[in-house]
């Protein structure tokens, strides 16, 4: 069975204009899917019906097997799926990085030498040991925000979810935590839903979810999603850089490979 599954799922906040509207999706274990769409187009909202946070009005969610939606499996469902929101300083609670990334363990009930442990391995994992002292206040956006990552995984989820949780970083930020995010799928098989309105945080995610009015209107690697620059343009989406660069110059003339995604690939193929 894949970790995540989603069938049939609609939900709505006023009970007439659905948030998420028949959505069915898998996610198998050690995945990084990306979850793109513009505003209201219902990312947000699955994020937190993935995690328990809202029960679906319709259809089901599976998380490792278990039914979520269900008073009676909201807390093992938690335990296995850690969200990451948009504004680090929401998600801090301690006056010292330490206590902070205890906070979750603690609740838990998990023995102190454990708690130890997990913090130690939630903050080399994030890169962020030396500063276990320090007071989170004095932090940048991006260490704040690796911080915040630390907590959600001295919790030892299986599935990390990444709702906008770059958007209020600077391109400096945004890149140390998605390099975090990246090392923790690869080497540690974090499964990972990254929600994101940023074209070029997608290009590395194994499959791409696009949704538009919570209707999912695209599914497909990130190489084979940006081939289809007007139907993304038609629901509000853009490309990534390189890709809309590769493509001007191709409609002035300059022959290149269609589906290029990232600098290094447009700038290889320009040199050919």
């Not at 102190?112 to 994992?125: N, P, S």
């Not at 630390?150 to 970083?169: N, R």
């Amino acid at each position: 069975m894949s970790l995540i599954s989603l069938k049939d799922v609609k939900f709505s906040y006023d009970k007439t204009n659905p948030a998420v509207d028949g959505v069915s999706f898998n996610v198998e274990k050690g995945e990084y899917i990306a979850v793109i769409g513009h505003n209201g187009s219902g990312k947000s909202t699955l994020a937190r019906l993935i995690n328990g946070l809202l029960s679906p009005d319709e259809g089901e969610i599976y998380v490792d097997d278990i039914k979520v939606g269900d008073k009676k499996t909201v807390f093992e469902v938690r335990k296995r799926v850690g969200v990451v929101f948009q504004n680090p300083d929401n998600q801090l609670v301690a006056s010292i990085v330490e206590d902070d990334v205890a906070f979750g363990p603690e609740n838990l009930g998990i023995p102190r030498k454990e708690i130890g442990e997990r913090i130690d391995f939630a903050l080399d994992a994030v890169g962020m040991q030396d500063f276990r002292k320090s007071s989170p206040t004095r932090l940048s956006g991006g260490q704040k925000q690796r911080v915040a990552i630390a907590g959600v995984l001295a919790l030892k989820p299986q599935i990390l979810i990444l709702d906008e949780s770059t958007a209020m970083l600077d391109p400096k930020g945004r890149k140390e935590v998605l390099s975090v995010v990246k090392k923790l799928n690869k080497e540690q098989a974090v499964t990972v839903l990254a929600i994101t309105h940023y074209m070029e945080e997608v290009v590395d995610a194994d499959r791409v979810i696009v949704l538009d009015s919570g209707k999912i209107v695209m599914q497909d690697t990130p190489r084979e999603i940006f081939k289809r620059e007007k139907e993304l343009k038609e629901i509000g989406l853009e490309l990534p850089l390189a890709s809309y660069i590769a493509n001007k110059m191709r409609k002035n003339g300059i022959e290149l490979p269609e589906g290029v995604l990232t600098e290094q690939e447009l700038s290889e193929a320009l040199c050919k």
